[in-house]
């Protein structure tokens, strides 16, 4: 029930908020001069049923099929390498990113800190937050180009930029893992007089892991997809060979590429989500 | 993904017998996959650490400060800066038009399976109903497995640079995503108050409006807000391969070596980020 008062009283609000979306998409759509007309039915259809008709069919010569296995196979690995890396990024800055582990709540009930060690303790905070925060703003693919300028082409500054981003979005959803968990446990740890550090491995990791091991599987179906398109800016896998294939109008290689994205994202998707069953 | 999970007690049933197989079967699985992936992606930490490396860091933090803020660089960026929330806007609007329909008729509940179908005639159920459920299925797959800069790429061939190609992107990859999530959440929804209606004697029509749409939609405007969230960001960078937006401006500044002027735009991507997730949070905390 007071969800319908809710409702109710939140009728010229839901008007307000259409308006607003509303108006946002007009100025939007003159800005980015799209013409459905032109699309379904007109020039711009008929642009993109030309160029969808020249790449089939996909080219299977045995030199091009392996060529995108290949390409498969490094996408696949930076993305697994990379999402490693994230986890080993991600989950030290959450532990010091994470308040009620570092200076606040049960952890500090029985034995408050001094003034010095909380002020150190609070600012280390701090950074870790910072830190977090900036891994996590700057998108991967961008980060994949500042990796390519310092460590040159390859699959490696690939690798680099998924872990460094997909670190920062991992120790954020740790962190905020860690704040939730359930205090019960860790009342009745301290109960027994267990130390601090002991807390936290019997008693907040152990609640923890099973949904950081869901997030990390979670962030690995992305970085596939961001793996595939790495090679847009030097840093190897498929996107390389897509890029490729489209600048010099390889037609029937680009279908091929593009199938074996499908293919390969689609087994990660999977296997993914057979782990979250089996793991968590 | 985010469910209230606690640890597992240990339980000495036959069940935890093979969950520890399979985890040593998974360990070795894991562990020889990884040290291959190591060797494919050319993994070599000596290289973060070689001279040239940390010259070229020095170089790249240094070029950061202090960013590129004259007035002239400024309002060169303005435009594009707009452009790209307008990418990301029109781009979500044409993901809900293909996300829509296609989710709708992915949906086994809707089409072909459950309480709505009980009267319907086998031919019908599998006639008009099963094989555009399978149709739809595999199209919502195609275009979401597909990462939104490849077909951003694809569209700019198709039909020239600028905006247009980034929108088409957004809307195709986006909107197989927002098509399945769409389909999940009918399929969630609790069947008790579609049968109830449907005992009263309520048309087809009646239980999808009155016992389905209200359960379904404030996940659907959630998750669609959520679409947004990351579309603005996508949107960004589709200017990587001429698609609009800041992210051309990103890459041109990087090619130049101007870190000065990439510290710049980085900022205003995370200005229009933190701006549309904050009004994306607001609406998406006021209708769950």
């Known amino acids: 029930m007071a969800r319908v008062a809710a409702v109710r009283r939140g009728r010229p609000t839901a008007l307000w908020v259409s308006a607003g979306f509303g108006g946002l998409l007009i100025w939007s759509w003159h800005g980015t001069r799209v013409d459905l007309g032109s699309l379904f039915g007109g020039e711009g259809f008929r642009q993109i049923a030309t160029y969808v008709g020249r790449l089939f069919p996909p080219d299977a010569s045995a030199a091009t099929v392996r060529d995108a296995g290949v390409g498969a196979l490094e996408t696949f690995a930076i993305s697994l390498i990379g999402s490693l890396l994230a986890v080993v990024i991600g989950l030290p800055l959450s532990l010091v990113a994470t308040r009620t582990l570092l200076y606040h709540g049960i952890l500090y009930e029985s034995g408050p800190l001094g003034p010095v060690s909380r002020a150190l303790r609070i600012a280390v905070y701090a950074l870790g937050k910072a830190l977090l925060n900036v891994l996590r703003t700057i998108p991967e693919i961008v980060w994949a180009l500042i990796f390519v300028f310092m460590v040159g082409l390859g699959p490696f500054p690939g690798v ?84 490729v294939a489209i600048n010099l109008f390889h037609d029937h290689q680009l279908l091929t590429l593009i199938l074996a994205i499908y293919l390969i994202v689609t087994l990660v998707d999977a296997l993914s989500a057979y782990l979250r069953a089996q793991l968590v | 993904m985010a469910r209230g999970s606690t640890a597992a007690p240990a339980d000495r049933s036959p069940a935890s017998a093979s969950k520890s197989a399979f985890l040593w079967v998974f360990g070795a699985v894991f562990a020889v996959s990884v040290a291959l992936s190591l060797r494919t992606a050319q993994v070599d930490p000596r290289l973060l650490v070689e001279g040239s490396t940390l010259a070229n860091v020095a170089r790249f933090v240094r070029g950061l400060f202090p960013p590129q803020l004259s007035r002239e660089f400024l309002g060169l960026m303005l435009r594009p800066a707009l452009e790209t929330v307008q990418i990301s806007v029109v781009g979500t609007a044409i993901a809900i038009l293909i996300g829509v329909p296609l989710g709708l008729v992915a949906t086994a509940s809707l089409t072909w399976r459950g309480v709505l179908h009980e009267r319907a005639s086998r031919v019908a159920r599998w006639g008009l109903g099963f094989v555009p459920y399978v149709v739809s299925r595999g199209a919502l797959s195609v275009f979401r497995s597909i990462p939104e800069y490849v077909w951003a790429f694809m569209f700019v061939r198709a039909v020239g640079l600028g905006p247009f190609p980034g929108v088409l992107a957004i809307g195709v990859a986006y909107g197989g995503m927002l098509g399945k999530v769409y389909s999940e959440i009918l399929e969630g929804v609790n069947p008790r108050p579609l049968e109830t209606l449907q005992a009263a004697g309520a048309s087809r029509l009646g239980v999808v409006l009155y016992g389905l749409v209200p359960q379904a939609l404030p996940n659907v405007i959630a998750y669609t ?64």
């Open chain 1, 160 to 243: 680099l930029a998924l872990g460094v981003h997909t670190g920062g979005v991992l120790g954020k959803l740790f962190g905020e893992v860690l704040e939730d968990v359930d205090p019960g446990p860790l009342e009745a740890l301290q109960g027994t007089g267990a130390s601090r550090f002991r807390i936290l491995v019997y008693g907040v990791l152990p609640q923890a892991l099973p949904q950081f091991v869901s997030y990390a599987l979670y962030r690995w179906e992305v970085n596939i997809r961001a793996a595939a398109v790495m090679g847009f800016v030097g840093a190897g896998g498929l996107g390389q060979r897509i890029y």
């Open chain 2, 225 to 288: 807000l959520y679409r947004w969230e990351c579309a603005i960001r996508a949107s960004a960078l589709l200017g990587f391969v001429g698609a609009g937006g800041l992210g051309q401006q990103i890459e041109l500044s990087m090619r130049m070596f101007q870190f000065d002027e990439v510290l710049t735009l980085l900022a205003i991507l995370f200005v229009l980020v933190a701006t549309v997730d904050f009004i994306s949070g607001r609406i998406r905390a006021w209708v769950v």
